[in-house]
């Protein structure tokens, strides 16, 4: 509780300070004069929610980050682990990937425009090549740093590839494939809003920029918390889902080892040679 309620402080300290500069008009370097303030922003939200058009433009951002991420997901963990594992795939594919990963997606627009029939499938496009390629490099670095010893003792026990595929490399490599997932999410995020403002017809970066066109901002920092939320409940999904299926791996605890009191165990009620194999397994172990 207490740590939800130092969140909850911060929020809010932010949301007073945004204030009290905007609605003072204090222009000292950063002409916060020009911002909107809180007020104006929440009343401006409160307007789109009861309109039809934010919903809509909701959905389609929506629709388009997660199609593109689900693409991006099973492609790059797929490709990830055939450049890992195959020498061939690597000699293959390593130079294309090495090349073609440094240019930003959303240089992408005009191959997106020229290649596909309609904006939405160019959208979805960009939106799955910028999470594609940090799922496909975490993938890879995650399959190579495995134990060598794990897979030697599934071939002892007479298990054939698709068996260490599926008992050893993907569960040992589920942790630095979901950490590549959380980075494709956010990165998905700033591209689809981009692309939107550049080619789309609906959809929340569509919408914003539109305000921005017309001088409204207050509905362009309506647009801004929108996409913050957005973004923050996707990336904790993916957060949590990578938490349930890695749940076998040890947490790191916050609380500091010193914090922790354990009633002290009397050394001469422990016979001596007990004592002693205990501390042999605890090292052991």
């Known amino acids: 509780m207490t740590r939800y309620l130092v969140r909850a402080a911060s929020l809010?300290?932010?949301?007073?300070?945004?204030?009290?500069?905007?609605?003072?008009n204090i222009d000292l370097?950063?002409?916060?004069?020009?911002?909107?303030?809180?007020?104006?922003?929440?009343?401006?939200?409160?307007?789109?929610?009861?309109?039809?058009?934010?919903?809509?433009?909701?959905?389609?951002s929506l629709t388009r980050i997660l199609t593109g991420f689900l693409l991006a997901a099973v492609l790059g963990v797929a490709t990830g682990v055939l450049v890992a594992r195959s020498r061939l795939a690597e000699d293959l594919l390593?130079?294309?990937?090495?090349?073609?990963?440094?240019?930003?997606?959303?240089?992408?627009?005009?191959?997106?425009i020229l290649l596909f029939p309609s904006n939405e499938q160019g959208i979805v496009f960009i939106t799955c090549a910028a999470a594609f390629f940090p799922v496909l490099v975490s993938t890879r670095h995650a399959v190579?740093?495995?134990?060598?010893?794990?897979?030697?003792?599934?071939?002892?026990?007479?298990?054939?590839?698709?068996?260490?595929?599926?008992?050893?490399?993907?569960?040992?490599?589920?942790p630095g494939i979901f950490g590549g997932l959380s980075v494709g999410i956010g990165v998905s995020w700033i591209c689809v809003i981009s692309a939107e403002m550049i080619s789309g017809q609906y959809g929340v970066g569509y919408r914003t920029w539109q305000d921005y066109t017309v001088v409204d901002y207050p509905g362009v920092f309506v647009g801004m918390v929108t996409i913050g939320v957005l973004g923050w409940v996707t990336s904790t999904a993916v957060e949590r889902v990578g938490r349930w299926l890695t749940r076998w791996l040890p947490r790191t605890e916050y609380v500091a080892a010193a914090r922790v009191r354990r009633a002290p165990v009397p050394v001469s009620s422990v016979p001596e040679p007990v004592r002693e194999e205990g501390v042999?397994?605890?090292?052991?172990v």
């Not at 390593?94 to 997106?112: K, T, Y």
């Open 12 to 24: 809010a300290a932010a949301l007073t300070a945004w204030q009290l500069l905007t609605s003072l």
């Open 29 to 60: 370097w950063l002409r916060f004069s020009q911002f909107p303030t809180v007020a104006d922003v929440a009343r401006a939200f409160g307007d789109r929610l009861g309109g039809h058009d934010y919903w809509t433009d909701l959905t389609d």
């Open 94 to 112: 390593g130079p294309l990937v090495e090349v073609v990963r440094p240019i930003p997606a959303i240089a992408l627009v005009p191959v997106a």
């Open 144 to 174: 190579r740093a495995l134990v060598p010893v794990w897979e030697e003792a599934v071939r002892t026990m007479g298990g054939g590839r698709w068996r260490i595929l599926g008992s050893v490399v993907l569960p040992g490599a589920l």
């Open 280 to 284: 042999r397994d605890e090292h052991l």
